[in-house]
């Protein structure tokens, strides 16, 4: 099978199944465990913040996030695709009980005066407090596109102008630094938090990190702990994010490059629709209404070809590149695209 429905596919490296063997442990909700604390200094290093917490998902990080910025009847503010709105099974409301006021962006970038508006006074007893305003970079539901760090700074200016905190969920933020050719750093200054996965392209098995400042990842700690993410020998998870972060970040190019070249070569097929410009990482949005047939029926088409995709809405394909993804299985996927489009115009 030529997997593209996600890069959570891929399997950890040779190089991570020895840091695991090797890792030296202890217990870790004691903070002694020695390799969980060596990630969390190397992350919140790269990442430019105080301090850093290793989490067991993306989702953990950006739900302990949450309720570490908010409490109950606080407002966060999101865009209206972003994950922790759309793909966290309402955790945002089920666990911290804040509400959240979602601004639709346009390649994932709210507008800076919807932003602008959208953020309480304070002064005010009929409102809600505003408490986080969250970013995603890469933007998966984009496309995988990137917020520029200009983009990010003038979203921090008017949070700082009133107080509120920016929380970034930079599930991919590696793929957003490799492809603009900058450091990490360069986005998350613009920010107060940021949560990082090590387990997307990045290949390790398990694990994100979520970084900012010293007290606030102190109260974060404790969020984690709740809800039961208080992990004992995890030495064995975080070795393998130490090779993420040390050894995988540079070939994420590989996978921007196929994913491109995959783009370029699908949007020539009938019927097939991509927006070029907004290939930017390893993520290609296909829309195939002009072939008529629906997300699910083409993933079944494909899945015959022994190609998986993932839908992400009636008439939408996302096809997602990874280190297992090849220049064969680039072309073989064309190819298939060829195939279905073919058979279904002489239907
Ligand atoms: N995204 C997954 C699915 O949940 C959609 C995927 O296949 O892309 N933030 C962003 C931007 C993400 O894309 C994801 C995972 C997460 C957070 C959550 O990470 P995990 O799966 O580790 O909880």
Known sequence: MIDLRSDTVTKPTEEMRKAMYEAEVGDDVYREDPTVRQLEELAAEKLGKEAALFVTSGTQGNQVAVLTHGKAGDEIILEADSHIFYYEGGAAAALAGVQTRIIPGIKGQMPIDKIRE????????????TAMIGLENTHNRAGGVILPPQYMKEVYQVAQEKGVAVHLDGARLFNAAVALEVDVKEFTQYVDTVQVCFSKGLS??????????????????????????????????AAPGIVALTQMVDRLAEDHRRAKE????????????????????????????????????????????????????????????HRHITDQDISDTIDAFYQISKKRSQA
């Open 118 to 129: 959208a953020i309480r006074d304070d002064r005010d007893i009929h409102l809600p407090h």
């Open 204 to 237: 390790a098995p398990v694990g994100s990190v979520l970084a900012g400042p010293k007290d606030f990842i102190e109260v974060a700690r404790k969020w984690r702990k709740r809800l039961g993410g208080g992990m004992r020998q995890a030495g064995i998870m």
């Open 262 to 321: 995959l783009a370029v070569a699908l949007q020539e097929i009938k019927g097939i629709q991509i927006e070029l410009e907004s290939v930017q990482t390893n993520i290609v949005l296909i829309d195939v209404k002009d072939t008529g047939m629906t997300a699910h029926q083409f993933l079944e088409e494909l899945k015959n070809c022994q190609i998986l995709g993932s839908a992400f809405g009636e008439y939408l394909i996302r096809l997602t590149t």
